[in-house]
C-alpha cells in the first residue's frame, strides 16, 4: 500500500493499493474485450457516451477539484478551472467520433481509399503535476477513436483519476473500457510497457523516463506519445509592452508552483529595458499569495512533495544573485517561496537544467539573432513566448525558435482545440486538438481492383 499525503499538511490522506504484475495483465486482457466491444458500437452511441462523461465530470466538478487540491496542493481555484478543462477535454472529442475520416486517392487500375482504425489498447501513463487534466487529454482522445485506456497515475497523485475511473464505471459502459492502476512506475509503468497486449503507450514525464520507456516499447514496437520535459524561453523586445509581459510572466514561471513542464523560466530580456523589467516582474510576482490551497485567495501552493522540495532546494547557491519575492507560511508543508535569478552565467545549470519549480531566470540580450540563438541553446523545445509590437520581428524569432509551441505576446501553451507537444528532448507526437486523432488510429489503405 502507498499511503498518499497531502503536500500543505503533511496529513494522510489515506492509502492507495499498489498494482501487480497479474493486475496489469488482467487489466490489459478485459481492456482488449471492452475495446472490440466498443469500436463495433453505433457512432453516435460512443459520441453519446462521451458526452455523458463530460456530464458526469461538470456534476462533480467540486469534488474532483477538492480531491485535486488535497492531493497535488494546488490553489482551489486553479483546481476548478483544469476540472471544467477535463469535462470540455471530453465534450471536444465527443464531436471527433464521427470525423475520423479517410481519403480516397486516384491510381489506376482500381479504386483505393484509406481508413482510420483504432490502435486497440492504450496505456496512459500520467504525470503527478496536472494528474486529471493530462490524463484526459489523452483519455478523451483514445476514447473517441475506438480505444480502451488503462491509466496509471503517479504514484503520489492517484486520487482524482481514481475517482474519475470510478463514475465512468456508473455510466454502463462496456465493462473494463476505461480502467486505473496504481503503484510505481517502475512496476506498474514498466509492465504496461512491456505487455504485448498494449498497442499505444501515452506517456508524460520526464526526458529520462522517456528515453526509458522507449528502449523497453521497442520491444513489441509499440507506438509512442512522449510528452517530455522543458525549459521554455521567454523573449522580450524593448518594443513589447513591458508592464503586460511582466504581468503575464508571473504566472508563466511560477504557476502551479513552477511545477510545469511549459514554465518560461528562461527569460531573455532585451539590454536596453532589463532593469525595467526586472522591476515590474518582481513587482507583480510579489502579489502572489503563497498559502492553504483550500483558501479562495491562495495562487501558490506547495511543492507536491518533500523528496521534490528537496530537488528543488538543490538549485540555490552562492554564485547566485537572487531576488526574494515572499516569505514561505510557517508550519508543516512543502512551502518554497518564488525566487529570480539575475543574470546568471549562461551555462549555469539553473539556466540549462528543467527545475520544475518556482525559480525564474531572467538574462540580458542585445540583438533579434542572439534571442533566437539563446532560446534554441537547449536540449528542449517545448514552448516558449516571444513579445514584441513589431509583428514581423515577432513572426520571424518564433519561426526561428525550435519549440513545438510558440505564443506571440501571450504566456499561454495548451488549449484543446490546437496540437501540444515538443521538439528536440521534449518528446514525440502530439496530444490535444485534431492532431491527436492521428495518435490513437492506425491508417489503414485499401485496393479494390476494377480491372
Not at 493499493?17 to 463495433?40: C, L, N, S, Y
Request: net charge negative; glycine share 10%; charged share 20%.
Amino acid at each position: 500500500m502507498t499511503t498518499i499525503l497531502n503536500p500543505a499538511t503533511q496529513e494522510s490522506l489515506g492509502e492507495v493499493r499498489e498494482a501487480t504484475r497479474a493486475d496489469v495483465d488482467h487489466a490489459v486482457a478485459r481492456a482488449g474485450d471492452a475495446q472490440a466491444r466498443w469500436a463495433a458500437e453505433a457512432i453516435g452511441y460512443r459520441a453519446r457516451s462521451m458526452r455523458r462523461i463530460a456530464d458526469t465530470i461538470r456534476n462533480h466538478l467540486e469534488e474532483l477539484a477538492l480531491l485535486e487540491t488535497d492531493n497535488v496542493g494546488k490553489p482551489i481555484a486553479d483546481s476548478r478551472g483544469e476540472v471544467s478543462m477535463v469535462a470540455d477535454t471530453f465534450d471536444y472529442y465527443a464531436g471527433a467520433v464521427d470525423k475520423l475520416v479517410g481519403q480516397s486517392i486516384p491510381v489506376d487500375g482500381g479504386v483505393d481509399f484509406t481508413l482510420r482504425e483504432p490502435m486497440g489498447v492504450v496505456a496512459v501513463i500520467a504525470p503527478w503535476n496536472f494528474p486529471l487534466a493530462i490524463a484526459s487529454w489523452n483519455i478523451a482522445a483514445a476514447l473517441a477513436c475506438g480505444n480502451a485506456v488503462i491509466v496509471k497515475p503517479a504514484e503520489i497523485t492517484p486520487l482524482s483519476t481514481l475517482r474519475l475511473v470510478e463514475l465512468v464505471d456508473d455510466l454502463d459502459l462496456p465493462a473494463g473500457l476505461l480502467q486505473c492502476l496504481t503503484g510505481k512506475g517502475s512496476i506498474v509503468g514498466h509492465a504496461l510497457t512491456e505487455v504485448a497486449g498494449v498497442d499505444k503507450i501515452s506517456f508524460t514525464g520526464s526526458t529520462e523516463v522517456g528515453k526509458q520507456i522507449s528502449e523497453v516499447a521497442s520491444g513489441t514496437l509499440k507506438r509512442l506519445t512522449l510528452e517530455l520535459g522543458g525549459k521554455s524561453a521567454s523573449v522580450v523586445f524593448a518594443d513589447a509592452d513591458i508592464e503586460r509581459a511582466a504581468r503575464a510572466s508571473v504566472g508563466a514561471v511560477f504557476g502551479n508552483s513552477g511545477q510545469d513542464c511549459c514554465a518560461r523560466s528562461r527569460m531573455y530580456v532585451q539590454r536596453e529595458v532589463f532593469d525595467q523589467y526586472l522591476k515590474a516582474f518582481a513587482d507583480a510576482s510579489r502579489v502572489a499569495v503563497m498559502g492553504s490551497p483550500r483558501d479562495e485567495s491562495t495562487t501558490l501552493g506547495p511543492l507536491v512533495s518533500a523528496q521534490h522540495h528537496a530537488k528543488v532546494s538543490s538549485f540555490l547557491s552562492d554564485d547566485i544573485d537572487f531576488v526574494e519575492l515572499g516569505a514561505e507560511p510557517e508550519g508543516p508543508g512543502n512551502w518554497f517561496a518564488p525566487r529570480i535569478a539575475v543574470a546568471p552565467d549562461r551555462t549555469h545549470r539553473l539556466v540549462e537544467d528543467e527545475v520544475f519549480g518556482p525559480i525564474a531566470t531572467v538574462l540580458p540580450f542585445d540583438t533579434e539573432e542572439e534571442a533566437i540563438r539563446e532560446a534554441n541553446n537547449s536540449i528542449y523545445g517545448l514552448s516558449g513566448s516571444v513579445w514584441s509590437g513589431d509583428g514581423a520581428r515577432a513572426l520571424r524569432v518564433a519561426r526561428g525558435i525550435r519549440s513545438g509551441s510558440i505564443s506571440i505576446n501571450s504566456n499561454t501553451s495548451v488549449r484543446i482545440q490546437t496540437p501540444f507537444g515538443g521538439m528536440k528532448q521534449s518528446g514525440v507526437g502530439r496530444e490535444l486538438g485534431l492532431a491527436a486523432l492521428d495518435s490513437y488510429t492506425e491508417l489503414k489503405n485499401i485496393f479494390f481492383a476494377t480491372e
